[in-house]
């Protein structure tokens, strides 16, 4: 039998917008990574660095675009991404490569491959696709038999709180601490302003207007999942 996810994927697909991503995890130097370097040693041509827009490039963050690609990197996290001008996500990869060959020493603990995609979908079609594939049935014919959850996302928005917009995000993964059990994050976000000055002030403000709110409500959540009877309870 033909699963959802099959046929959908035999059906014409509406225009996407994608882009990739690598991302490096360790201990690294960030200025080393300016554009400057990279020309030295042959990973960006001149032409192309005659058309670089740097943000920022000093002992703690590096961030500049090229014409097909984004660079950026701080004391613990290396990251390139595409751009619409990016003719192959090869690329990525290739300049990756080059980029660390020459810098062998750098201790790198996590790589990181991501695909990144905007869909565009007919009205209440988001519903249609969450609805349908929280199914682990709707998987079996493209990730073969048995297919497991490796993880799910739930959020809303809250009620402002003096005026900041508030979301509510609940991520469960299974644990790496306890076989079979699971991994709950409660996160609540609170947008503050940006303004020059008060952005450390009104943060200050809503962590403490908001902060045993936030605390009895993840309790309330936690508590809850524990006592679900889809969760189940270790011995």
Not at 210 to 232: C, N, T, Y
């Amino acid at each position: 039998m033909t699963s959802e996810l099959e046929s959908a994927a035999a059906a014409p697909l509406a225009p996407i917008l994608r882009w990739a991503t690598i991302v490096l995890d360790g201990q690294l130097n960030p200025a080393i990574y300016h554009p400057s370097w990279l020309t030295a040693h042959e990973l960006l041509r001149a032409g192309e660095m005659d058309r670089v827009r740097i943000e920022q490039a000093d002992a703690d963050f590096t961030r500049f675009e090229a014409i097909w690609f984004t660079l950026e990197a701080s004391r613990k996290e290396f990251e390139l991404s595409s751009t619409a001008a990016t003719t192959t996500v090869h690329q990525l990869r290739d300049l990756t490569l080059g980029i660390f060959k020459l810098l062998s020493h750098t201790p790198i603990s996590a790589v990181t491959m991501r695909q990144i995609a905007q869909c565009p979908l007919d009205v209440g079609g988001w519903e249609s696709l969450a609805n349908s594939f929280s199914s682990l049935d709707a998987w079996s014919g493209l990730l073969g038999d048995r297919p497991r959850l490796g993880g799910l996302s739930v959020c809303r928005d809250l009620p402002d709180l003096g005026g900041s917009p508030r979301t509510l995000e609940v991520t469960l993964e299974p644990s790496a601490l306890f076989d079979g059990g699971a991994y709950i994050i409660v996160s609540e976000r609170i947008y503050v302003g940006e303004a020059p000055g008060q952005g450390a002030n009104e943060a200050m403000d809503a962590l403490s207007s908001g902060w045993l709110e936030a605390m009895r409500r993840a309790s309330e959540i936690v508590d809850g999942l524990q006592r679900h009877p889809a969760m189940g309870r270790g011995r």
